[in-house]
């Protein structure tokens, strides 16, 4: 199961894993008829079975019924990454409370919420693998960015503390954390920024966007769904417990 997996980075690694023989089950906002066809795309070109919900990530209840319809629908859960987030930029001081708590609850609290629902299962069945989609700013802060990078921050202790409750289990437990990812929405927020600085899109890209990352290269949605497949496999057994930065060298400096 991939929440927040109706484009983007979360489509990605849903794909990758589909690739790999994975039932999968997707969930995310966005208009029906695109998230039918992709749904369905899954299955034809990857001969798996894909199913959706529109669970709002939000509420708790909507959450456990996540978890039960892949229960119901495959019999158990076996991989959950909790990637859905949303972000706002403001000061602390004009922060409204409102996006506060709608961040903390997407981003933070939705995680917890699987994790909770979805362990049972993975125990009972004696394997398991749980992957959260962190972010750079796990490790380090941006101004204006205080909900998020508390939530990210969050995440990764969350992670942590599941993963020593689970290590006996065979369930492991980490947090992958990108940096600037090239996605659809990051390229919607070029022409904004342009306008708003004066920039040419050119100089958007090296001096805002990638003015952290010493590459200077974006992630690639693909790199983050291989490393995720990756940390599902037998070779990736007693990697537990970790925030894997992926970030073109931003959190080294």
């Not at 066809?37 to 034809?44: A, N, Q």
């Not at 996540?66 to 991989?79: H, K, M």
Request: one cysteine or more.
């Amino acid at each position: 199961m991939v929440t927040g997996s109706t484009s983007g980075i979360g489509l990605a690694i849903a794909k990758s894993f589909a690739k790999d023989g994975a039932n999968v089950v997707l969930n995310g906002f966005g208009n029906p008829e695109d998230i039918e066809r992709t749904r369905s795309g899954i299955e034809s070109e990857f001969g798996v079975k894909a199913v959706y919900s529109p669970a709002d990530l939000t509420k708790p209840d909507e959450i456990g019924g996540l978890i039960a319809l892949s229960v119901e629908t495959f019999g158990s859960i076996d991989i959950l990454v909790n990637n859905a987030g949303i972000q706002y930029v403001s000061p602390i001081e004009d922060f409204p409370v409102e996006k506060w708590d709608q961040i903390i609850a997407l981003n933070l609290c939705s995680a917890f919420h699987t994790l909770r629902a979805a362990v049972p299962h993975m125990k009972a069945n004696g394997w398991g693998r749980v992957i959260n989609t962190a972010s750079a700013h796990s490790m380090v802060a941006s101004p204006y960015k205080s909900a998020y990078v508390a939530a990210k921050h969050g995440v990764v202790g969350l992670t942590k503390t599941a993963a020593l409750e689970l290590a006996t289990h065979g369930i492991t437990v980490n947090c992958i954390s990108p940096g600037y990812v090239w996605t659809p929405l990051v390229e919607s927020q070029i022409p904004d920024t342009m306008k708003a600085r004066g920039l040419t899109k050119e100089q958007v890209i090296e001096e805002v966007l990638l003015k952290a990352q010493p590459t200077k290269e974006f992630v690639t949605i693909d790199q983050v769904a291989a490393l995720a497949l990756f940390l599902c496999t037998d070779s990736a057994s007693q990697i537990t417990g970790a925030n894997i930065a992926m970030d073109g060298g931003w959190t080294a400096q």
